[in-house]
């Protein structure tokens, strides 16, 4: 599996409070993002089956909930 690398733009805050988080559990920020990234993945397919295949956004997305 290829990894990949992502730039992200967040408030300062919320850094400092991720880093903190990721200080408390023994981890470095990336892995923290990593953990919240996995957890987030699993839970939304539990909640609507497995993601496969090769993601296509254009059918894939559908539009946000309100």
């Known amino acids: ?3 990949k690398s992502v730039s992200i733009r967040i408030e300062e805050e919320m850094l400092d409070k991720i880093a903190y988080i990721a200080d408390y559990e023994g981890r ?3 892995s923290q993002v990593l953990v919240l990234i996995r ?3 699993k839970t939304f397919e539990d909640a609507n089956g497995e ?5 296509k956004p254009d059918s894939n997305v559908r539009p946000a909930r309100k």
């Open 1 to 3: 599996m290829a990894v």
């Open 28 to 30: 470095s920020v990336n």
């Open 39 to 41: 957890n987030h993945i």
């Open 51 to 55: 993601i496969r295949g090769r993601i």
